[in-house]
């Protein structure tokens, strides 16, 4: 590989200024020796996300896609690998021969999360908090961990009912819950292995007192941070992981992608504040 070639990534989201992806992008182009390799943040909606995207030139060799842009970047997509196709999203957008290739390496996100939060047997049930875009990686996370039981706390009946959808591909008994602060919804996180939370910080305060019933909980945010339910769940004697641990294992496998190299995962982790041990 030459080192000195330029090649340019970036992430497209809206709004996108508090994203930690270019600091863990280009600490890992550092450390891989890519000092031609430059990656940037530019706002962008899912109606641009096409044009921005078709414009670029040969130099691009990637994007990392955060909200709102992730249907749009699977419809983007010439090819699209197997997850991205059943979760319905897509993060990471890769030039290949054959055009630009999505994936949705947030499951991987949820995965390494899993991994921290210290399971003694492997989990089997779990509250998801939210059925949004975010939710979905998160359920595939979840049922490749083990997980066979979801309580889905949910406002919107319409997507809860993707989200159940994708639970029955999945092999996952799933059902929704009303998204309120109820005797209901304690009951269930007192009962699960994890809770994963994909719901905005301010939104997701009204369940904090609920919530912090659960051992473990996932919250996606990670600003401002920490949100309502992760002090709640900490302040009860529960383990917290946030959603810098779930950016920084998604982002391991985008650099790999990008660069064709095996991710430094302890550069990428000391950028973000994160011990890799």
């Known amino acids: 590989m030459n080192n000195r070639l330029v090649r340019r990534a970036a992430v497209l989201g ?38 921005r995207v078709g414009g670029v030139g040969p130099e691009w060799v990637g994007f990392s896609v955060t909200m709102p842009c992730k249907s749009a970047a699977l419809a983007f997509a010439d090819s ?32 390494g999360a899993l991994a921290e939060v210290g399971f003694v047997e492997p989990p089997n049930r779990a509250v998801l908090i939210g059925a949004g875009g975010t939710a979905r ?40 819950i009303d998204f309120a602060p109820t005797d209901g919804l304690r009951a269930e996180c007192a009962a699960a292995d994890v809770t994963v939370s994909t719901v905005p910080a301010g939104a997701a305060a009204v369940l904090a ?23 709640a769940v900490a302040d009860a004697g529960g383990v917290v992981v946030g959603g810098l641990v779930m950016l920084l294992n998604q982002a391991y496998s985008q650099v790999e992608q990008f660069t064709g190299s095996p991710a430094p995962k302890a550069a990428m982790a000391a950028a973000v504040g994160i011990d890799a041990d």
């Open 14 to 51: 809206s709004p996108i200024g508090h994203s930690r992806s270019p600091a863990l992008h280009r600490a890992a182009y550092a450390a891989l020796g890519l000092e031609g390799w430059t990656y940037d943040a530019f706002e962008t909606t899912g109606g641009q996300l096409a044009d």
């Open 137 to 176: 990686p998160a359920l595939a996370a979840l049922a490749e961990s083990g997980v066979r039981d979801v309580a889905v706390v949910a406002r919107d009946a319409a997507r809860a009912a993707g989200l159940l959808s994708l639970a029955d591909r999945l092999s996952v008994n799933a059902r929704v």
């Open 209 to 231: 007192l609920q919530v912090a019933a659960s051992a473990r909980l996932i919250d996606v945010i990670y600003d401002p941070w920490p949100t309502p339910l992760a002090t």
């Open 80 to 111: 699209a690998t197997p997850r991205a196709t059943l979760i319905g999203s897509a993060n990471t957008l890769v030039r290949s021969g054959d055009g630009w290739r999505a994936d949705c390496t947030d499951v991987d996100g949820v995965t």
